[in-house]
């Protein structure tokens, strides 16, 4: 499994962003071809300081051959496309592989 990590800093209004996002981007998102969840967090605080992150998303794919042909959609350049006009200059985008789902240590 893989995901695409889409990290959000705090928007000057953020009520304007969680409508924006929550409304209408996601829902655009979820047509995306070969997603397989979603998962946002909303982040309350660092461990130390504060941190620049305010909303950070996960999106799971099967493969990184799955998440590609998702990413070259029509559907997923209409929610990129969506995306820029609320969120640009705010997100930043990376790519994981996952190892472990439930990991709990030894």
Same mark, same amino acid.
């Given at each position: 499994?893989?995901?695409?990590?889409?990290?959000?800093?705090?928007?000057? =209004?953020? @009520?304007?962003?969680? #409508? /924006?996002?929550?409304? $209408?981007?996601?829902?655009?998102? *979820?047509?995306?071809?070969?997603?397989?969840?979603?998962?946002?967090?909303?982040?309350?605080?660092?461990?130390?300081?504060?941190?620049?992150?305010?909303?950070?998303?996960?999106?799971?794919? =099967?493969? @990184?051959?799955?998440? #590609? /042909?998702?990413?070259? $959609?029509?559907?997923?350049?209409? *929610?990129?496309?969506?995306?820029?006009?609320?969120?640009?200059?705010?997100?930043?985008?990376?790519?994981?592989?996952?190892?472990?789902?439930?990991?709990?240590?030894?």
């Amino acid at each position: 499994m893989v995901k695409l990590v889409a990290m959000f800093a705090k928007p000057e =209004d953020t @009520a304007a962003f969680d #409508k /924006a996002y929550f409304d $209408s981007h996601l829902p655009l998102n *979820a047509k995306t071809p070969g997603l397989r969840r979603t998962e946002v967090t909303r982040v309350t605080g660092a461990l130390r300081g504060e941190s620049p992150w305010y909303i950070v998303t996960e999106m799971y794919y =099967d493969d @990184a051959d799955s998440m #590609k /042909a998702g990413l070259a $959609s029509p559907e997923a350049a209409e *929610a990129g496309k969506q995306l820029m006009t609320f969120a640009k200059g705010l997100v930043s985008f990376y790519t994981a592989d996952v190892q472990h789902e439930d990991w709990k240590g030894a």
